[in-house]
């Protein structure tokens, strides 16, 4: 699978090869996750050969604003007729762009930038293992299950709130043209943006001089069932790439380049001739090998923050 690095708030271009000849080539873009159609559109010839010729899809802001794995049906037209390939790709917002290394961390010039995404992409995946967090923006849907109460619990943070499904049934709409709250209570995400909460706004006394009150076997019913499936459906992640983790990946890329990594990288911190008497890192088990970005990390090893603001 083809990755390719978005940038917040940015359109994203993509280029597509193949044989000369080709009078034109379109697109269409579908989520894999979602199974949704995101885009479609023209490319532009952007290069050409005796033998060959690149073309260039332009994703939009908002199909690029999420990272996604994606679709993209390409179809290439000549004068005989239209032939169609498929390719599958990802969309991904890198942990720092080259940039941002060279602002972060002791990078040579001589270094390309190209040298520099390459490396941003060894320690982004090195991190994703280490941390088990992504740190991605998705519009997606995620499936929990209610256990009586007012509050449903996410495993990862919410930005926004589209729908819920209980049990495949829709309760819950605010983008559709006719909002639907099935609850009869307001929804909001919790401080974390790991909970939704109902919030009871009725007036208890009110209830309670009603001449013929509600009789509730529950305090009030706008309650998750317990064992009910509930299919949340909207924005989940991070906004932004937290700055800890943006500075770690930009020392690790620093690592990266420095002539003793491959010895550092075996957790070795001191060598001795004659015999080899060998002297391993005290954090060689656990650590990243770098005892700084051990530290920047540590508060989302153990207890990951959310920042969704």
């Not at 699978?1 to 708030?9: H, V």
């Not at 479609?40 to 690029?64: Q, V």
């Not at 994606?70 to 720092?96: D, M, Q």
């Not at 529950?218 to 949340?232: N, R």
Request: glycine letters at 4%.
């Amino acid at each position: 699978m083809i990755e390719y690095l978005r940038s917040d708030n940015s359109e994203l271009s993509i280029t597509h090869s193949t044989v000369q000849g080709m009078s034109g080539v379109t697109f269409e873009i579908y989520d894999l996750d979602t199974d949704e159609f995101v885009q479609s559109g023209n490319t532009t010839l952007s290069a050409s050969t005796a033998s060959s010729s690149s073309w260039t899809a332009t994703i939009t802001e908002d199909s690029a604003t999420y990272d996604r794995n994606v679709k993209i049906e390409w179809v290439r037209t000549t004068a005989s007729g239209a032939s169609a390939t498929v390719e599958y790709a990802s969309l991904v917002r890198p942990f720092a762009t080259a940039s941002r290394i060279r602002s972060l961390a002791d990078i040579a010039s001589t270094e390309t930038d190209a040298t520099l995404v390459k490396q941003e992409r060894k320690a982004r995946y090195f991190l994703q293992s280490h941390i088990g967090n992504k740190f991605a923006k998705e519009y997606t849907n995620i499936v929990v299950y209610g256990n009586n109460s007012d509050i449903l619990s996410l495993p990862i943070p919410l930005i926004r709130l589209d729908k819920i499904y209980e049990d495949d049934i829709l309760m819950y709409d605010m983008v559709s043209t006719a909002s639907v709250n099935d609850f009869d209570y307001s929804l909001e995400a919790s401080q974390s943006k790991t909970r939704i909460k109902i919030i009871n706004t009725e007036d208890e006394f009110e209830r309670a001089v009603q001449e013929f009150p509600e009789v509730h076997i529950l305090p009030f019913d706008g309650v998750f069932k317990k064992d009910a499936q509930y299919k949340i459906v909207g924005i989940f992640g991070y906004q932004y790439v937290p700055s800890n983790i943006e500075q770690a990946t930009a020392l690790l890329v620093e690592d990266y380049l420095c002539n003793d990594f491959n010895i550092r990288n075996k957790n070795i911190s001191k060598l001795s001739n004659d015999s080899y008497d060998l002297t391993y890192a005290t954090n060689a088990a656990t650590g990243t090998g770098n005892l700084l970005v051990d530290k920047l990390i540590a508060d989302y090893v153990n207890s990951p923050r959310f920042l969704v603001i």
